[in-house]
C-alpha cells in the first residue's frame, strides 16, 4: 500500500502522537508499505526509506496555524499525484481517510484545564479566545461535515466523547488503544539502572520510590500525590521523583506547606525515561484528564504497580487491585494514600507489578499495528479506490 501519514510536527523525541507517528511508519516500513510522511515540521534525523513532504503553515499566531495545515496538508497530498491507498491523519486537516483522535474532544480538555469553564462567564470568555475558538470550530467541522472515513480513539472515553458532543454514529468510531515498546521498557530496566538511577537523584537504596511522569502538572495531578505523602505510613522511608515540566515552584510551595518537601525530588525532563522507570517502585498518575495516559502503560511494561485515576482513559485496561489501582474523580489525596499504603509491601509491589507487566505486553506496538492494519483494510474493503 502507498500510505500518507499526516501530522504537524514529526519528531520522534517530542513523544506523544510525534513518537507515536515514528513508530507507526517504521513498521508499516517494515510490512514493505510505501510511506510518504506529511508534516510543517521534522526532526534533524534523516529518515531513511520515508518520503517526506513539508506542508506550509502560517505560525505567528496560533489560530492561523492550525488553520493553515488543515488546509493546506490536502492540497499537498493532492499536488504529488501520487495515487495513495490511504491517508491517515494524526492533525485536524480537512481531510483523511482515517482520523486518529489522541487527545480526545477539545470542549472537554477546556472543562478539566481551566477552572474558569467551571462558569457560564468563564465558558464564554474561553470560548471567545481565538486559539479555543480556532479548534473549537476546526474539530467541528470535521466531524460534522464528515472529513473522514473512519475515526479512531485511543480509549472508549475518547469514543464517547465524541458520539456525545458530535452525535456520530458509534460504527464510524474504532478503539485501538496506545501501544508501548515492551522491548524498551521492560522489568529487567531495574536491574540495570535502578543504582544509577537513585544515586543520581539521591534517593537511598531503602527507600520506596514513587514516581510521577508527565508534563502539565496540574492537569496530571500531581497536587494530588503531594498532598497524599502525609498521609502514608510513616513506618516506610519514602521519597516521590517528579520527572517533567511544570511550575516546579508552586509544588514546591505545596510541599513545604504539607512539610513533605524533603521527600520530593524535581528532576526536569528526561530523554531517557526507561531508565527511570527502571530506578522506581510505584508509578503514581492521578490525572484529572487524559484520553489515555501513554507513560501509565510504559510504567506496567516496565514491572511498576500503577495507581491511576479513572478520568484517564489509560485506566480502562487496568483491573483494579490485580494489576493496578483506579481511584474514583474528584480526585482524594486519601485515596492515593491508601494504595501506596498497600504497595509498600514488597511482596504486593512485586505481584501487582508483575501482573502489570503481563497485561502491557497485550498492548505493545506489534499488537498496535496489527489493529490498525485491520482498519486499513476495512476502510479499504468498504471505500475502494477508483
Not at 509544588?251 to 531517557?272: I, T
Amino acid at each position: 500500500m502507498k500510505i500518507a501519514l499526516v501530522v504537524y510536527q514529526f519528531i520522534r523525541e517530542k513523544g506523544g502522537v510525534e513518537s507515536y507517528v515514528f513508530h507507526l511508519s517504521k513498521q508499516l516500513l517494515s510490512r514493505g508499505h510505501e510511506v510518504h510522511i506529511f508534516a510543517h515540521r521534522f526532526g534533524k534525523g534523516r529518515y531513511r526509506e520515508l518520503i517526506c513532504h513539508p506542508v506550509p503553515a502560517i505560525t505567528f499566531w496560533s489560530p492561523l496555524k492550525y488553520w493553515t495545515f488543515a488546509v493546506n496538508a490536502p492540497k499537498i497530498i493532492k499536488k504529488t499525484q501520487v495515487k495513495f491507498d490511504l491517508v491517515h491523519g494524526f492533525t485536524q486537516t480537512l481531510f483523511q481517510d482515517i482520523y486518529r483522535v489522541g487527545g480526545g474532544c477539545h470542549w472537554d480538555y477546556m472543562m478539566h484545564t481551566y477552572p474558569l469553564m467551571q462558569s457560564l462567564f468563564g465558558k464564554i470568555l474561553l470560548c471567545l479566545n481565538p486559539r479555543h475558538f480556532s479548534l473549537l470550530f476546526l474539530e467541528r467541522a470535521i466531524f460534522k461535515r464528515k472529513h473522514y472515513k473512519q475515526i479512531t480513539c485511543i480509549s472508549e472515553q475518547c469514543r464517547e466523547e465524541i458520539i456525545h458532543h458530535y452525535q456520530l454514529s458509534p460504527g464510524d468510531i474504532e478503539v485501538i488503544y496506545n501501544g508501548v515498546d515492551i522491548s524498551i521498557f521492560t522489568p529487567q530496566n531495574r536491574i540495570r539502572y535502578r543504582d544509577a538511577v537513585r544515586a543520581k537523584y539521591g534517593i537511598a537504596p531503602d527507600e520506596v520510590l514513587l514516581l510521577f511522569v508527565g508534563s502539565g502538572f496540574k492537569r496530571k495531578g500531581l497536587k494530588y500525590v503531594i498532598e497524599s505523602l502525609p498521609l502514608v505510613n510513616k513506618s516506610q522511608k519514602v521519597k516521590l521523583l517528579v520527572v517533567g515540566k511544570g511550575n516546579v515552584r508552586e509544588y514546591q510551595r505545596l510541599a513545604d506547606e504539607k512539610d513533605v518537601l524533603d521527600k520530593v525530588v524535581f528532576a526536569g525532563v528526561s530523554k531517557q525515561i526507561e531508565e527511570i522507570y527502571g530506578g522506581g517502585d510505584i508509578f503514581v498518575f492521578p490525572s484529572e484528564y487524559d484520553a489515555f495516559g501513554t507513560a501509565c502503560l510504559e510504567a506496567m511494561a516496565s514491572g511498576l504497580p500503577v495507581i491511576a485515576s479513572n478520568t484517564s482513559g489509560v485506566s480502562e485496561i487496568i483491573t483494579h487491585r490485580q494489576d493496578g489501582f483506579v481511584i474514583s474523580h474528584p480526585i482524594d489525596a486519601k485515596d492515593i494514600a491508601n494504595y501506596i499504603n498497600v504497595l509498600l509491601e514488597k511482596e504486593k509491589r512485586e505481584q501487582i507489578g508483575l501482573a502489570a507487566r503481563q497485561k502491557a505486553e497485550r498492548y505493545s506496538f506489534e499488537a498496535n499495528i496489527e489493529k490498525t492494519l485491520r482498519i486499513y483494510r476495512k476502510v479499504l474493503d468498504t471505500n475502494p479506490r477508483e
